[in-house]
């Protein structure tokens, strides 16, 4: 297998490879992760089962939309396949360090660069001023839906959070009436007229780093055009980030009065997405999170 995906590199780049070696890279909860050695250079390899090819197909052109704008950096994303019943996708190999608190100044370039992309139009990667995407993707490996849509409310409160809800429900999570909670989220939003913008769609700390150079990286995305906001607020999640790439994105690009609020329900779709995904304790936070939004 490891030759096969070695010549289909060679295919893309033009440069004939041979296989030295290949070692299992831990970390990832979706994907299983490899390090592939050959005699020119080494490439990061995802695997999953053939059932989940569309997920790799969507990951590349979510990374080729986000180098196009040249701004942060991500991953290069170099060919996609299938063998046999497992499905692949081969990445550039960044020498990646964690995103130390102590890091301040790749941090702050972090937080320049993100704000960056997301003002970068997106009529000039060939998308829609709307908001979805040119398809359905994952996050996890959940389905993300993304019909494109004129208004940012509608959106998030339909294809976000109601349909994260009606997941829950058939996993037997018992939450409030799902339209409710949508016409909640729709209300909230109603009034949030965002500019469409490229994000990542699932920014938290795993799935940030930086190179040993000290370039900020950002991977693993459930790209759409959204609410840039929507970076943001997973960003708080398990963790957050240091106040120093918060303070250099809003010096860039300063959010729109009232983030504060529409942080918690920005982050309602990730805490359902994660009860869908594992189930335990995410249940008790997304109810909480519900009833701050409804007034439950």
């Not at 590349?60 to 497992?86: D, E, K, S, W, Y």
């Not at 000039?124 to 494109?148: A, M, Y």
């Not at 943001?232 to 250099?248: C, D, I, R, S």
């Amino acid at each position: 297998m490891w030759q096969q995906i070695a010549d289909q590199i060679t295919k893309v780049r033009g440069e004939k490879l041979k296989v030295i070696g290949q070692k299992a890279i831990g970390g990832g909860c979706i994907n299983q992760g490899y390090a592939l050695q050959t005699n020119l250079q080494t490439y990061f390899v995802k695997l999953n089962h053939v059932a989940l090819e569309e997920m790799f197909v969507a990951e590349a052109i979510g990374l080729q939309q986000m180098q196009t704008t040249a701004t942060i950096r991500v991953p290069q994303a170099i060919c996609h396949g299938v063998i046999g019943n497992q499905t692949y996708l081969v990445l550039e190999w960044l020498d990646l360090l964690n995103l130390a608190p102590s890091n301040h100044q790749s941090w702050q370039l972090m937080g320049a660069k993100l704000a960056a992309m997301h003002q970068f139009s997106v009529i000039d990667l060939g998308l829609k001023s709307e908001f979805g995407w040119v398809r359905n993707n994952t996050i996890g490996s959940t389905p993300q839906i993304n019909p494109w849509t004129k208004s940012w409310a509608e959106f998030f409160a339909q294809y976000r959070v109601g349909y994260q809800l009606e997941l829950a429900q058939q996993r037997e999570g018992k939450f409030t009436e799902i339209q409710q909670v949508v016409d909640a989220v729709y209300q909230a939003l109603a009034n949030h007229h965002p500019q469409p913008s490229l994000v990542h769609g699932d920014l938290w700390g795993g799935n940030a780093a930086i190179t040993r150079d000290g370039e900020p990286v950002i991977f693993d995305p459930a790209g759409y055009v959204g609410d840039r906001e929507v970076d943001l607020a997973m960003t708080k999640l398990f963790g957050g980030f240091p106040q120093e790439f918060y303070q250099e994105y809003q010096r860039v690009f300063p959010l729109a009065p009232g983030y504060e609020k529409r942080e918690s329900i920005y982050n309602l779709y990730h805490i359902l997405n994660h009860f869908n995904l594992f189930g335990g304790s995410y249940k008790a936070q997304a109810i909480q999170l519900i009833k701050k939004i409804t007034g439950g």
